[in-house]
């Protein structure tokens, strides 16, 4: 064989064993052992979704199933991450045939800005699935504010809310005060608390006091500062009185108060019969009697 011919059927068996890995790197991924139907974007030439909006936006695409195959399949169509809208959630795809689903995804209100995952995904009747990305940006200013609420002093613990006010997720840090009749009571340097308080939520926390005051009326003062300059703080007066020890108290008090009225009782008891008025006949016989003599 010639050496130019030699070449061109080199040339040819290389084409014809890298074909499938060109086909699987530059179109949508076929799966294996089902027929072979795909999910992509439509159009062609799109390896994922990208949207981006403001809060609160609605955006539109088209995702589209292939089924090259010989056979009719049937899929449902489910978006994970964000909401998404499809014009029909079960589809039938008949064979060699491509179908195209309008949908309409919804940027959160609440969200933050920024990039969140999120996937639009295939499964046929056998269970079998196919998944596509969806990269959503989430535009918008960044707005760093946060609120305490709801403050609550219970018997060994202090309670409250946290709402994210602005735009960012957050962590807070707490610190934790309180001043009595005598003087502070209760002084908790600024720690960072395990939560990442995500746009609009609300969350409420417990905060631990044990060894608090017996006798006191106190002040309790929180404050809470997060990263982009949010600050909030939220205060609230509790009263401390051991009513055990009071009760016991009035009740002695009471004993004391009944054991004077008996012993006044008793001596009023012990005293004789008081001398009664004379009358005026025996004052008649008084005077005769000194008279006769």
Known sequence: MPSAARALCLSLLTLLATAPQAAAAWGPPLLEGHGGWSLAPAGGGRPSFYAEGTPGTVLRDTVSVTNPGGKPVTVRLRGTGVRVTFAGTRLRVPARTRADVPFTLAVPAQAAPGDRPAAITARDDHGRTATVPVRLRVTGPALSALT????????????????????TVLVPTLAVRADGVFGRVLDRAPRTLPVRLAPGRRLTFDEPWHGRPALDAVDVRLTVTAEGGARDSAEVSARFVPWGA????????????????????????????????????????????GAVR
Request: charged share 25%; glycine share 16%; no cysteine.
């Open 148 to 167: 305490v609420e709801h403050v609550a002093v219970h018997a060994d613990r202090i309670t409250y809310d946290l709402v994210n006010r602005g735009t």
């Open 246 to 289: 009071v009760a016991l108290g009035a009740g002695l008090v009471s004993l004391a108060g009944a054991g004077l009225v008996v012993r006044h009782r008793g001596r009023r008891g012990r005293r004789g019969p008081e001398p009664g008025p004379t009358t005026a006949s025996e004052g008649a016989r008084t005077e005769l009697t």
